[in-house]
């Protein structure tokens, strides 16, 4: 790649930026760091020129541009080669730019102004009405809702509130693959190939996975998640008030009509998925109903191997497992094998999700960066964080075994 087309990578510290103003008026940060201001004054700038910029979010890399403008719009789906009906997120930094985006007679739900209230700034997205007159078909993909969320990250936040426009931004990967959770992701993927003008690094995302998506616009006044993220379904279910459901799609309702459209993340494109094959293990010491045959870790992985396109002489075996899982004691035999070499990366403890998800996406792209043949990514329980990290793994996994432990 020549190096003028190398992506800039401007260091920012998120310590430094400090928010003091109520939710309610207009964010403005005060920025102890002089190169950190600079970082965000130079992507600020790239912005109002029109240009996409890299940034990081609470929850994953984000790929962002001037929400209402069709031309740097354009410029995302171009970069990241994503299909023009998937609509994006748009970021606020407070409640009036919020307000700018939406008709003017809608009023906000007793339930939005619950969820809003707890969860924002923070990974979860909410669906509004959308007016193509305010915000371009481009960007809701002509849909009649626009999804927006006010990010955490100071970096984020302050780069909006600098620029004073809500950004249009999804994931910063190339369409189909894992999200990146650190900006060396986006460098090895749209940065070398040459996608993205800046990048501004604010180290390692929190939550590792993306915002939890929720339509509460129906007329039943339930509210419905049409993308598990970080703020988990037991924390949705604190807040809202009694009477008031939160149905997990899929889990708890089927929207035939959402499922052949995009809208509903996820479901009509590949996801999540490295250049190597995904191999969803599910330990089990008996068969449940709706279980396949339980298999040995070891005859999973052999047969694996020999499915390759091309015989490997030394199979590197990538393996993403819970720390505390009888898996590890069932493949730590295996690693002794003069056959296979393994690369590992940690999932955490099977008591705190929330670690699942930090890791996910960084161990999905680590090890294919470490050149696996193919990784073995170990379920989880689909509790708060890991009804998420779930949600990603079924999609990115193309084969899924039900491993005796
Ligand atoms: O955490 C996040 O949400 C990250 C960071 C960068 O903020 N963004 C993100 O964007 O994950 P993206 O584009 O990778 O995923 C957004 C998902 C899409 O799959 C899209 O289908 C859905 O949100 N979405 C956007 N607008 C929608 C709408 N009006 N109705 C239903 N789903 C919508
Ligand atoms: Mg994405």
């Not at 339509?215 to 993308?227: E, F, P």
């Not at 296979?340 to 998800?357: M, N, R």
């Not at 193919?374 to 964080?385: C, L, R, S, Y």
């Amino acid at each position: 790649m020549a190096p003028a087309h190398r992506a800039r990578v401007l260091l920012c510290d998120p310590s430094s930026v400090a928010f003091d103003s109520p939710l309610s008026s207009s964010a403005t940060p005060t920025i102890h760091d002089e190169s950190t201001r600079e970082a965000l004054r130079i992507a600020t700038d790239e912005l109002l020129r029109g240009e996409p910029v890299v940034f990081p979010t609470e929850t994953v890399y984000g790929l962002a541009a001037n929400a209402l403008s069709t031309e740097a719009t354009g410029k995302i789906f171009s970069a990241k080669g994503r299909p023009a009906d998937n609509p994006l997120i748009v970021h606020v930094s407070d409640l009036p730019m919020l307000y700018t985006l939406l008709p003017p007679n809608f009023a906000l739900s007793d339930t939005y102004l619950r969820l809003i209230e707890s969860f924002w700034p923070g990974p979860l997205t909410l669906l509004f009405p959308a007016d193509p007159k305010i915000v371009p078909s481009i960007t809701t993909a002509g849909h009649p809702t626009v999804a927006v969320r006010m990010p955490s990250h100071p970096i984020a936040r302050a780069l909006i509130s600098m620029s004073r426009l809500p950004l249009a931004a999804p994931s910063a990967n190339t369409s189909g693959s894992p999200s990146p959770t650190r900006a060396a992701h986006v460098q090895h993927d749209l940065g070398a190939r040459g996608r993205v003008g800046i990048i501004l690094d604010g180290g390692a995302c929190d939550v590792g996975l993306e915002s939890t998506v929720v339509d509460g616009l129906r007329q039943d006044g339930h509210i419905r998640v049409l993308r598990p993220g970080g703020v988990t379904v037991e924390q949705l279910e604190e807040v809202v008030g009694p009477g008031t459901r939160v149905l997990v799609h899929r889990r708890d309702y089927a929207d035939t009509e959402l499922e052949h459209a995009p809208t509903t993340p996820g479901m009509k494109y590949r996801h999540y998925s490295p250049k190597v094959p995904v191999v969803l293990l599910v330990p089990r010491s008996a068969t449940l109903p709706g279980d396949g045959a339980l298999e040995s870790a070891k005859s999973v992985i052999d047969a694996f191997v020999s499915s390759l396109p091309h015989p490997v002489t030394q199979p590197k075996i990538g393996l993403l497992l819970l720390d505390d899982s009888p898996l590890q004691r069932a493949i730590a035999d295996m690693c002794t094998s003069p056959i296979y070499t393994f690369a590992c990366h940690s999932l955490g403890s099977s008591w705190q999700p929330a670690q699942a998800g930090h890791n996910l996406f960084d161990g999905l792209i680590s090890l294919e960066r470490a050149g696996v043949d193919g990784i073995f990514v170990e379920a989880v329980d689909e509790t708060k964080e890991g009804l998420a990290v779930m949600n990603r793994v079924r999609k990115a996994a193309v084969e899924t075994h039900w491993v005796q432990i």
